[in-house]
């Protein structure tokens, strides 16, 4: 079905090869755009905000070679000019969500959005809530999130900064004791924020409380210097986002008043008595709702990286398959559809997911700040920590695959994805590092596995493993049964099942050999990871099948979404057909009638694959690619981006007469 776009997407000239791609669309590109965007009316008001924004000069991106403090500058100036946007038009949390996002989060103030204001907003009280949030919504108070330590991480149970309640003086103390104890990695922190909701042990009268948050003021007010007891700094260049000034902190004898506590679940009273409401996790509310987000922003990286590398691959041509006939579109060649398929059906799978993980945290936090009721946040940890831990494996392995699938142009910043895998590479050790959040999702599976073997009663996500898979066989006989959601669904939950229970068995054959538990759980790590991923690929694969079963839309997009999420769960097979071999899932020959499937569905893939990623609809801007444009004129932007780069604007740059003539004259006079 061919189909129009909006003219603030098109240029002059249109690429032809994008053209022809998409008249073969066999589906409405509007009406999946408006499903990804969760309705007719969320469109209409994203493409308004886009018209405002994105044709604003500040908030168009700009040149990207240029040193780190111009880069840092320009990032609070689109951070200003937002801000001054947001108050005059009035806009929504909701609005800002999509601003953030048009903008790819490149601008200064993203921590102090979304990790400052949503901890004041779940763990304050009311008092708190009404005291700082007006104060952060308009800058008064630019915030960050300082949770990381240099020496800890992921283990938060270890950090060293302590805040000790003095009841003399109704004041918390505040210190870095240690060089490993100081705040490291924070965005915002280093130069931005005059505010910093600092993570610490809460001491009192000799005895550890726990974790908590405390506000601190880092910054005057008046003229943004560091206030007494304070040191920050920024750590350094990074791989990505040079634009954010991530920082390190020192306190030393910092004091603040008794209500800089967040205690919206636990409290100290004015003589030094602590009391809470509910369960420990809850200072991890935060932290909870980023590894949310961030399921999210994988989404968006990998959706925008097969934009790009989908766009190019159809408008550039190289080579033929038979001598002397004319070059053909890269993507006509079966191995680079096997670099971009997997990705294109990748980002539908996130998108699904990412909507039912949002979905859920709703769910779990409404019920936590209502009713004080803690009883899914287990569960929902435990897939969580799976899912942050897979989508951005996902984003970073996709992005990596389609940066080398666009050839040495992939290579060049202005290509948009050297950006991209450099912004997921944070995301992948940033908010818990991978493999620790895998152990901590296979610590919730071992807790079920060890319900379900005693009879009790499963949440959903891990209901599978109360499943009798001793008489499962395979139903598979033909390459067409491989296209079954329900078959899929079962082939990775029987894998899933059994990689859970060989860790289980791993893990008490070490307890029963005499280990002790740390030791034994140590040596079995490798296969409680294993178990991990297959639980969340399970998870994936699962909730793509059913956001499909479930979905409101026509028959072409079902038909075109549904030959996607097959293609990803029999992907995941050929990938990982070792363990489903081992699992029983499946036999030899069913693997073969399953690589035979999968390969047949790229050529049933390729007439979407541009209209699919036209689907997202992501601006040009956004996108800031010169090979990834809606019009896919590749050759005209690569050649405009060089001769604006900087060392095009000097024909004879004076590096050359400072260094390389004066040699040369030397050299010369000796001969």
């Keep these: 079905m061919a189909y129009t776009k909006e003219p603030d997407q098109l240029s002059i000239k249109t690429n032809v090869d994008l053209l022809k791609e998409r008249q073969t669309a066999t589906f409405d590109v509007a009406s999946l755009t408006q499903i990804l965007d969760g309705g007719k009316a969320k469109t209409r008001r994203r493409k308004q905000l886009e018209s405002l924004v994105l044709s604003d000069p500040t908030l168009n991106p700009l040149d990207r070679s240029v040193d780190r403090l111009e880069l840092y500058d320009r990032s609070l100036r689109k951070a200003a000019r937002v801000y001054e946007l947001k108050v005059k038009h009035n806009w929504s ?35 708190q809530r009404a005291k700082w949030l007006p104060r952060a919504h308009t800058l008064e108070i630019i915030g960050t999130y300082a949770q990381t330590e240099l020496g800890h991480g992921t283990n938060l149970a270890g950090l060293e900064t302590t805040a000790t309640y003095e009841p003399s003086s109704g004041q918390f103390i505040l210190n870095t004791p240690t060089l490993s104890a100081m705040k490291w990695w924070p965005g915002n922190l280093a130069k931005t924020a005059n505010h910093a909701l600092v993570l610490a042990q809460l001491w009192i009268a000799g005895k550890k409380f726990g974790m908590q948050a405390f ?58 008595q602590f009391s809470k409401v509910g ?74 997911a990412k909507e039912q993980i949002m979905k859920e ?33 996902t984003a970073v392995e996709e992005i990596e695959v389609l940066h080398r699938g666009c050839g040495g142009h992939g290579y060049l910043v202005s290509s948009g994805l050297p950006g991209l895998l450099g912004f997921h590479l944070v995301l992948f050790t940033g908010e818990g590092e991978n493999t620790v959040l895998y152990l901590q999702s296979a610590r919730y599976l071992m807790k079920s596995f060890a319900k379900s073997t005693m009879g009790q009663p ?11 898979w001793s008489s499962y066989e395979c139903p598979v006989r033909s390459e067409r049964d491989c ?54 690929q399970a998870f994936v694969v699962c909730n793509f099948c059913t956001s499909l079963s479930q979905l409101d839309a026509d028959t072409q997009i079902l038909e075109v979404l549904s030959t ?89 740059l004076p590096s050359y007469y400072k260094h390389i003539q004066p040699l040369q004259r030397r050299l010369k006079a000796r001969l």
Aim: proline letters at 4%; one cysteine or more; a negative charge.
């Design 279 to 352: 369960s420990d996790q809850v200072n991890y509310l935060t932290m909870v709702y980023v590894r949310a987000k961030i399921v999210d922003w994988a989404f968006n990286g990998v959706s925008e990286a097969v934009t790009i590398a989908t766009r190019y691959s159809a408008a550039r041509r190289q080579g033929s398959m038979k001598p002397g006939d004319p070059e053909v579109q890269i993507m006509d060649y079966m191995t680079q559809q096997y670099k971009l398929f997997p990705a294109l059906a990748a980002a539908y799978a996130l998108f699904f």
């Design 483 to 536: 296209l079954n959601h329900n078959v899929i669904s079962d082939i990775h939950l029987k894998r899933a099942s059994y990689l859970v229970k060989r860790a289980a068995d791993h893990l008490q054959r070490r307890l029963s050999a005499g280990d002790p538990q740390h030791v034994a759980w140590n040596r079995a790590s490798i296969d409680l990871v294993t178990a991990a991923v297959g639980h969340a």
């Design 215 to 272: 506000m601190v003021q880092l910054r005057s007010l008046e003229d943004h210097t560091l206030l007494p007891g304070i040191e920050t700094g920024d750590i350094g260049p990074k791989m990505g986002v040079p634009y954010t000034d991530n920082g390190y902190l020192i306190l030393k004898n910092v004091r603040i008043p008794r209500d800089h506590m967040l205690a919206g679940f636990a409290k100290v009273s004015a003589d030094g």
């Design 93 to 127: 949390p909701e609005d800002m969500k999509m601003v953030l996002r048009m903008l790819n989060d490149e601008h200064a103030l993203g921590v102090h959005e979304v990790m400052f204001i949503p901890c004041i907003e779940r763990l304050g009280t009311a008092a």
């Design 458 to 468: 499963l949440p959903a996500t891990v209901q599978y493993l109360s499943r009798d």
């Design 564 to 652: 996607l999420c097959s293609f990803y769960g029999l992907h995941l097979i050929i990938k990982h057909s070792g363990e489903f071999l081992e699992a029983g899932s499946i036999s030899g020959n069913q693997l073969e009638l399953i690589r035979r499937q999968e390969q047949a569905l790229l050529a049933v893939i390729r007439p979407n694959a541009v209209a699919l990623c036209d689907a997202f609809d992501y601006h040009d801007v956004t996108l800031n690619s010169a090979l990834g444009g809606y019009d896919g004129n590749v050759y005209e932007e690569l050649y405009g981006r060089a001769k604006q780069c900087v060392l095009n604007k000097t024909e004879v």
């Design 361 to 393: 945290y709703v769910r779990v936090t409404k019920e936590i700040q209502e009713d004080s009721n803690f009883k899914s946040l287990p569960e929902f940890h435990g897939i969580l920590c799976g899912m942050k831990a897979l989508s951005t494996t």
